[in-house]
T-cell receptor, first 110, second 113 residues
Framework: GNSVTQMEGPVTLSEEAFLTINCTYT??????LFWYVQYPGEGLQLLLK?????DKGSNKGFEATYRKETTSFHLEKGSVQVSDSAVYFC?????????FGAGTTVTVRA | DVKVTQSSRYLVKRTGEKVFLECVQD?????MFWYRQDPGLGLRLIYF???????EKGDIPEGYSVSREKKERFSLILESASTNQTSMYLC????????????FGSGTQLSVL
């Protein structure tokens, strides 16, 4: 079945540091890939998505590239801010439902 | 703005009680989902529904049932709550097109004592 393996946290960074969160997947067919973010006290919201191989999703300075050869969708941001402190989830869509990774808690210190 | 409304933000119940969690959407989307979120385990799918009166088991349906009598409302039922069902419960919706994103409610933190 479909599954997502995500880098374990927590991750603590200083402002303006580079952030990478690794995500690899196992799937049949051609899934779409997503990163969702959950800010403290809020619900999950879509951060970015990619629907086919070599697509790059980007939003709010975050980027992730759909790599079919390595079955990966790593999230990156070049210079994080305190406001990026959140839990990040990698997800994969098979048919109509999403399979999620375990989540990575990121804390950015000023 | 998409609205996915969950009836309670926090809920405390006793072991053995029957618990209803309600989710209402205003987007007329066909697909509705119930997930539970636990630290270190991420989100796990309990049940989903792609139409009125239709339901499909997710990855962890044991101990739960669902009801979808109207398109906009999807209820999660714990027939006899147990302490291992203490969790954050998230409702989500999506349009019927494959690969579309989910819209989430704010969640219900359920504690079973």
């Amino acid at each position: 079945g479909n599954s997502v393996t995500q880098m374990e946290g927590p991750v603590t960074l200083s402002e303006e540091a580079f952030l990478t969160i690794n995500c690899t997947y196992t799937a049949t067919g051609y899934p779409s890939l997503f990163w969702y973010v959950q800010y403290p006290g809020e619900g999950l919201q879509l951060l970015l998505k990619a629907t086919k191989a070599d697509d790059k999703g980007s939003n709010k300075g975050f980027e992730a590239t759909y790599r079919k050869e390595t079955t990966s969708f790593h999230l990156e941001k070049g210079s994080v801010q305190v406001s990026d402190s959140a839990v990040y989830f990698c997800a994969l869509s098979g048919d109509y439902k999403l399979s999620f990774g375990a989540g990575t808690t990121v804390t950015v210190r000023a | 703005d998409v609205k996915v409304t969950q009836s309670s933000r926090y809920l405390v119940k006793r072991t053995g009680e029957k618990v209803f969690l309600e989710c209402v959407q205003d987007m007329d989307h066909e697909n509705m989902f119930w997930y539970r979120q636990d630290p270190g385990l991420g989100l796990r799918l309990i049940y989903f529904s792609y139409d009125v009166k239709m339901k499909e088991k997710g990855d962890i349906p044991e101990g739960y049932s669902v009801s979808r009598e109207k398109k906009e409302r999807f209820s999660l039922i714990l027939e006899s709550a147990s302490t291992n069902q203490t969790s954050m419960y998230l409702c989500a919706i999506s349009p019927p097109k494959r690969g579309e994103k989910l819209f989430f409610g704010s969640g219900t933190q359920l504690s079973v004592l």
